[in-house]
Nanobody, 130 residues
Framework: QVQLLESGGGLVQAGGSLRLSCAAS????????MGWFRQAPGKEREIVAS????????YYADSMKGRFVISRDNAKNTVYLQMNSLKPEDTAVYYC???????????????????????WGQGTQVTVSS
């Protein structure tokens, strides 16, 4: 049974940084793309960033480019999201997601909508105060 456990959320002032972690268990191997999504109150879930199973390719939503960095350590089955220059509008519950990497070109895989990802964590709250 695949389980994803997020950690690292919390309260931070605008301009500050947080590092989220997502520890995966139950994966049969490392051939899973990983992603971070977020959902703010009253808004739809949106993709934040995603990373290919080998870690060589990444995707960022436009509003996160230059501020957030996604990375992974396959030896630890963990994916990270370093968030810098945080803004109040980054306040949301952040979710980790995993999906088996099939033969689809990575460019398409990493841009999949949330409903296409197979596994989800419970989420971690990030609150950015102004």
């Amino acid at each position: 049974q695949v389980q994803l456990l997020e950690s690292g959320g919390g309260l931070v002032q605008a301009g500050g940084s947080l590092r989220l972690s997502c520890a995966a268990s139950g994966l049969t191997d490392s051939r899973y793309d990983m992603g971070w999504f977020r959902q703010a109150p009253g808004k739809e879930r949106e993709i934040v960033a995603s990373i290919s199973w080998r870690g060589g390719n990444t995707y960022y939503a436009d509003s996160m480019k230059g501020r957030f960095v996604i990375s992974r350590d396959n030896a630890k089955n963990t994916v990270y999201l370093q968030m810098n220059s945080l803004k109040p509008e980054d306040t949301a519950v952040y979710y980790c997601a995993a999906d088996p990497a099939d033969a689809t070109f990575w460019y398409t895989r990493l841009r999949k909508s949330g409903y296409e990802w197979d596994y989800w964590g419970q989420g971690t709250q990030v609150t950015v105060s102004s």
